[in-house]
């Protein structure tokens, strides 16, 4: 099975400073790899599919790169709204494994 | 508007037996893979099971196989997760979510508002 490492745990920052979540999967699963955003006491909400394609309505200010084993999800302006639990995705193959999340918080 | 809402959760005792249902409206239910993925009170996400489109396919994780069974009805647009001997660990919100394609192998572009399932010793 593939094990997805995301990191760091939490992080704290400030409005407008740029973010980037780093997640590396045990094996490389070529582009198979989503991003979500959990708000606290909300549904996860899918935010990046294909390491790089932003879902509909997500705002531009988050992007996602990366191939085989090493991604990123980068928050080019950190807004309050996007204070939320991240986490990555492989679906290169079952089991379809979660990332243990990365928490957001604003400073 | 894709809507998806489970229904089943309960209290239940160590070693019982409970069966989830999502019904799933707003789109061609058959043509698309559905997944379970549940989240234990203050956890992170754990996916579950997946089910591709036609229900030909079926995948689980390794803490849940053998023991829970993932279905579709596509005539009823509804999924199912029926789950036996269950643990105190199975205690979540269970969340079905539809996946972006027929396949398995796709992201999860919809999550229901979640089922709670609380397992008691």
């Known amino acids: 099975d593939i094990q997805m490492t995301q990191s760091p745990s939490s992080l704290s920052a400030s409005v407008g400073d740029r973010l980037t979540i780093t997640c590396r999967a045990s094996?490389?699963?070529?582009?198979?790899l989503a991003w979500y955003q959990q708000k606290p006491g909300k549904v996860p909400q899918l935010l990046i599919y294909?390491?790089?394609t932003l879902q509909s309505g997500v705002p531009s200010r988050f992007s996602g790169s990366g191939s085989g084993t090493d991604f990123t999800l980068t928050i080019s302006s950190l807004q309050p709204e996007d204070v939320a639990t991240y986490y990555c995705?492989?679906?290169?193959?079952?089991?379809?494994?979660f990332g243990g999340g990365t928490k957001v918080e604003i400073k | 508007e894709v809507q998806l809402l489970e229904s089943g959760g309960a209290l239940v005792q160590s070693g019982g037996s409970l069966r989830l249902s999502c019904a799933a409206s707003g789109f061609t239910f058959s043509s698309y893979a559905m997944s379970w993925v549940r989240q234990a009170p203050g956890k992170g996400l754990e996916w579950v099971s997946v089910i591709s489109g036609s229900g030909g396919s079926t995948y689980y994780a390794d803490s849940v196989k053998g023991r829970f069974t993932i279905s579709r009805d596509n005539s009823k647009n509804t999924l199912y997760m029926q789950i036996n001997s269950l643990r105190a660990e199975d205690t979540a919100v269970y969340y079905c979510?539809?996946?972006?394609?027929?396949?398995?192998?796709?992201?999860?572009?919809?999550w229901g508002q979640g089922t709670l399932v609380t397992v008691s010793s």
């Open positions: 094996q490389g699963i070529s582009n198979y």
């Open positions: 979510a539809k996946a972006r394609a027929e396949r398995v192998s796709a992201a999860l572009n919809y």
């Open positions: 995705q492989e679906y290169n193959s079952a089991p379809l494994t």
């Open positions: 294909a390491a790089s």
